[in-house]
T-cell receptor
Framework: AQSVTQLDSHVSVSEGTPVLLRCNYSSSYSPSLFWYVQHPNKGLQLLLKYTSAATLVKGINGFEAEFKKSETSFHLTKPSAHMSDAAEYFCVVRIYNTDKLIFGTGTRLQVFP | EAQVTQNPRYLITVTGKKLTVTCSQNMNHEYMSWYRQDPGLGLRQIYYSMNVEVTDKGDVPEGYKVSRKEKRNFPLILESPSPNQTSLYFC????????????????FGPGTRLTVL
């Protein structure tokens, strides 16, 4: 079965410091993986997605994620946090040969001045 | 502008009073889906539809109905709402061509916050 596990429910960083949000996946097939962001009282916005073209994926707002098959990980990073990055982030895997998405439980990112 | 719209955005109702949450997309997407979001659980799929007149259960379908009479619309129906259906609901859509690179992104509506008293 395919699944994702977000290793931290909350992450707190200071503005200007790096961000690391961790996600491990489980899949028998080459997975399609996504990171979505949800700002307070807003819908979900796609940050980036991995579809096997390149292991380092660049997304919007300076975020990127690296697909590591050996570690079954797809961690989200950003070199320098901004106050506007405070939100909830979801790691998502698409079930192979379906349109079904499986969401992680989310990581709430707090950014302190 | 390409978008998924939901109405209403906020709804407070009472147990047993039938309600419908509408979802509409203007991207000619075949695939549409409903999710509910609860704290600590992420998003869970309620129902999905691969095309007009084709619907199927997701992971948490109990207490919900859907219909897909037109490609653009996918309403969520709660025939007899109960307090455990208090949640944040999202509609999403995507092209049904999932193994073609770049077509499997799902676009989400703004959400409907439902409270059942």
């Amino acid at each position: 079965a395919q699944s994702v596990t977000q290793l931290d429910s909350h992450v707190s960083v200071s503005e200007g410091t790096p961000v690391l949000l961790r996600c491990n996946y489980s899949s028998s097939y080459s997975p399609s993986l996504f990171w979505y962001v949800q700002h307070p009282n807003k819908g979900l916005q796609l940050l980036l997605k991995y579809t096997s073209a390149a292991t380092l994926v660049k997304g919007i707002n300076g975020f990127e994620a690296e697909f590591k098959k050996s570690e079954t990980s797809f961690h989200l990073t950003k070199p320098s946090a901004h106050m506007s990055d405070a939100a909830e982030y979801f790691c998502v895997v698409r079930i192979y040969n379906t349109d079904k998405l499986i969401f992680g439980t989310g990581t709430r990112l707090q950014v302190f001045p | 502008e390409a978008q998924v719209t939901q109405n209403p955005r906020y709804l407070i109702t009472v147990t047993g009073k039938k309600l419908t949450v509408t979802c509409s997309q203007n991207m000619n997407h075949e695939y549409m889906s409903w999710y509910r979001q609860d704290p600590g659980l992420g998003l869970r799929q309620i129902y999905y539809s691969m095309n007009v007149e084709v619907t199927d259960k997701g992971d948490v379908p109990e207490g919900y109905k859907v219909s897909r009479k037109e490609k653009r619309n996918f309403p969520l129906i709660l025939e007899s709402p109960s307090p455990n259906q208090t949640s944040l609901y999202f509609c999403a859509s995507s092209l049904y061509a999932r193994e073609i690179a770049g077509t499997d992104t799902q676009y989400f509506g703004p959400g409907t916050r439902l409270t059942v008293l």
